[in-house]
């Protein structure tokens, strides 16, 4: 009897569905994955220590508590800083709102001028001018709190992971008898990458910190930490993070001064410090274990951040790696990983390219 296979078509179809649902799966169940993920990258970032401390002759139960302690004492001293000079930030809005619209009634008067407007004009169109009332903050702190419910959560999934690596590495290897040794080291480079990518990203995030903390000072930013932390942990966000932080950094310190000067510097040495980061800072400090190309991440940042919000736009780079990486070790989807890497082919000439593909397509 002779088996029929189903059309490409249908088998593109199918994959589709397949991926189709596999999203919504993680949307409806971002209230679980969300901190299991997260989990599962401390876990591994967080297994060198646990490792050293049992090597210590530590129990595994307090090897495991002291390491997840010590990282909770960091953050908390870390969040501590960033809610206490949100407050006093919260505090000065009033004051910072009245110069803001000082500022802009100055500017429309100088435009005014310009264009040859009077001045009861000018008072009628800034009565008129309709502000954005801030009708969404109820949501936002519930969202917050959301947030925070989840975070509680992680160090409870940090502790069981690491407890249970024994058995889950048996589960493993019972899973796939035939092929132990490549699931192991699909395992193992999986590892790899999330733990290269979280510490090194812990030090690019300590570096970009102390360096625009430093120019925040100096120029007599009144809440430089604060912006300092802000500017780095929105890094973590490629491309669209550093925008946002910096507008807002940029518009804070032309409400807070004189002068176009200090934005106008403001620009440059963010700008400067960004320079710095992406060709000196992270290639040394991450390396290259993520290789997956621009196009690829700026996806996974827009598909994470609709899936799952600001934690999807951070957990979705190193999950796509990880990705590659199966893709990689499975001959028939190598292709797929190829796709998702950064490695150009390397042609002699341009039209060669071109002059394959129509080879292949006109012997289909």
């Given amino acids: 009897m002779e088996s029929t296979k189903p059309h490409p078509i249908q088998l593109t179809a199918y994959s589709l569905l397949s991926l189709a649902l596999v999203l919504w799966l993680m949307h409806v169940g971002s209230f679980i994955l969300v901190p299991l993920i997260w989990g599962v990258f401390f876990a591994f970032a967080l297994y060198p220590i646990t490792n050293w401390l049992e090597n210590k002759h530590f129990p595994r139960s307090l090897a495991i508590a002291l390491s997840i302690v010590m990282v909770s004492i960091m953050g908390v001293t870390i969040i501590y800083i960033l809610v206490n000079q949100m407050i006093l930030l919260i505090a000065d ?14 500017y429309q008067v100088e435009i005014s001028k310009v264009f040859g407007f009077t001045e009861a004009e000018l008072f009628e169109q800034w009565d008129s ?11 936002t702190i519930f969202s917050t709190g959301k947030s925070l419910t989840l975070i509680g959560i992680i160090p409870l999934y940090i502790f069981l992971l690491l407890y249970y690596r024994d058995f889950f590495v048996a589960f493993l290897l019972k899973a796939s008898s035939k092929s132990n040794e490549a699931i192991l080291a699909w395992v193992s480079d999986s590892g790899k990458v ?39 942990i929105m890094n973590l966000i490629p491309y669209i993070g550093v925008i ?50 621009v196009l690829v991440v700026v996806l996974a940042i827009l598909i994470g ?46 039209e060669n390219f071109i002059q394959l593909l129509r080879k292949k397509w006109t012997k289909k």
């Fill in 305 to 350: 951040g609709g899936i799952w919000g600001i934690s999807g736009m951070v957990l979705f780079i190193p999950l796509v790696g990880i990705l590659k990486i199966a893709f990689d070790r499975i001959p028939s989807l190598q292709p797929y990983g190829y796709l998702l890497g950064d490695d150009f082919p390397v042609l002699e000439k341009k």
């Fill in 194 to 232: 999330i733990h290269a990518y979280l510490v090194g990203m812990l030090k690019v995030t300590f570096l970009v910190s102390i360096l625009a903390g430093i120019y925040f000072y100096l120029i007599g930013i009144k809440y430089y930490l604060l912006f300092a932390l802000f500017i780095a």
């Fill in 93 to 106: 809005i009033p004051e910072i709102g009245t110069q803001l619209s000082n500022k802009l009634y100055q």
């Fill in 129 to 139: 001018f309709d502000w954005i009332p801030l009708e969404n903050l109820n949501e």
């Fill in 244 to 293: 946002i932080s910096s507008i807002l950094v940029i518009l804070y310190v032309f409400l807070t001064t004189d002068t176009f000067l200090f934005p106008l510097i403001t620009l440059l040495v963010l700008w400067g410090i960004q320079l710095l980061e992406n060709n000196l800072i992270t290639p040394l400090v991450v390396g290259s274990k993520v290789k997956v190309n």
